[in-house]
């Protein structure tokens, strides 16, 4: 079975930083493509940053500069740096892995959701 968890979530003063983790766990060498995505109070689920499986990175306009999506293959670990936080960015984010790659080399088919880290930008 493959698990996703993140972490790092918290309060945060305007203008500060967090660094949230994903880490997958079970039968994994290596995850294949990731979403951060995140969800407020009453809206919708938005795509924040993406990580493909080359190590292309992607970021929502609404992100981009201030956020940084990387990886740690051999933590099987997915990071999402954020700085010059706003309260806009408050919401629950979690992470989406589109596939993984097990030990064995076998291709599991995802999505792998976590269940999310609360973020609060407010001062």
């Known amino acids: 079975q493959v698990q996703l968890a993140e972490s790092g979530g918290g309060l945060v003063q305007p203008g500060g930083s967090l660094r949230l983790s994903c880490t997958a766990s079970?039968?994994?060498?290596?995850?294949?493509?990731l979403d951060w995505l995140r969800q407020a109070p009453g809206k919708q689920s938005e795509l924040v940053a993406r990580?493909?499986?080359?190590?292309?990175?992607e970021y929502s306009p609404s992100v981009k500069g201030r956020f940084t999506i990387s990886s740690d293959n051999d933590k099987n670990t997915v990071y999402l740096e954020m700085n010059n936080l706003k309260p806009d960015d408050t919401a629950v984010y979690y992470c989406?892995?589109?596939?993984?790659?097990?030990?064995?080399?076998?291709?599991?088919?995802?999505?792998?959701r976590g269940q999310g880290t609360q973020v609060t930008v407010s001062s």
């Open positions: 989406v892995a589109k596939a993984v790659i097990g030990t064995n080399l076998d291709f599991y088919p995802g999505p792998f």
């Open positions: 079970g039968d994994i060498r290596s995850i294949s493509g």
């Open positions: 990580i493909t499986s080359g190590g292309g990175t």
